[in-house]
């Protein structure tokens, strides 16, 4: 066999398409989805229950406290940014439940052996839940509609803040993809990300934090969701956002970066 032979370019059948496997993967998510529709009702439900509850429940009370004279509507415009940014955090958790199921029924391993890019197994989970969570964020949004939440946003806004909420989600799904690997059973997985459910109950979300105590409400004002909601909320009610933009994209930039690494090397250290 000649040198030529040894050193040439592999045939269009040995060569990774990155793209093409990673399309595929995202099929077979999206497949999953379809297949499971359980899955994506129990993830909206609870934000819904959360945004009812507040709304009905609690929305006179805390609404007065805002100042405003119809406390229930004004309370609807202030937490359906949380409630938002909750079915996010609830799909990511069924992001982490999914890749545990992979990883515990050999499926992942048998992805291996094949002949496709690396990078699509995971990458076909993160599109996937980036959909899902999409999908999710438009049910909830309009059951916020109908209780009474009437944001002020022109079509500029609701641009923004349909971006801003793929960046967000895509960073959290990183941080789920890597909490599924490493969880050991798919209870394990669903309790990891619990996390990130209840942090918006510590933030600007449900109340202001300058009626929080003060070591609380120094955690409420550093923690990330915090300047997520804020941002959120002004890009939905088109009032100004300030530095909480810059510094919600900031802590997603270091949530999606932190995530992808660890993934990687969680995944790789299977191999």
Partial sequence: MSSDALTGPAPASLRFHPLRDSATMLRRNLKRMLRYPSMTVTLVAMPVVFLLLFVYVFGGTLGAGLGAADGRAAYANYVAPAIILMTITATVQGTAI???MDMTEGIIARFRTMHIARVSVLTGHVLGSVIQAMFSVTIVIGVALLVGFR??????????????LVVVTFALVWLAVALGQVSQSVETASNLPMPLVLLPFLSSGF???????????WFAEHQPFTPIIETLRGLLMGTPIGNDGWIALGWCAAIAAGGYLWSKRLFNRES
Avoid at 153 to 163: D, E, F, M, S
Avoid at 207 to 217: D, I, N, Q
């Fill in 98 to 100: 999914s890749i545990a």
């Fill in 151 to 164: 944001p002020a946003a022109g079509l500029g806004g609701w641009l923004a803040t349909a971006g801003f």
């Fill in 207 to 217: 109340v202001p934090t300058e009626s929080m105590p003060a070591g609380l409400r």
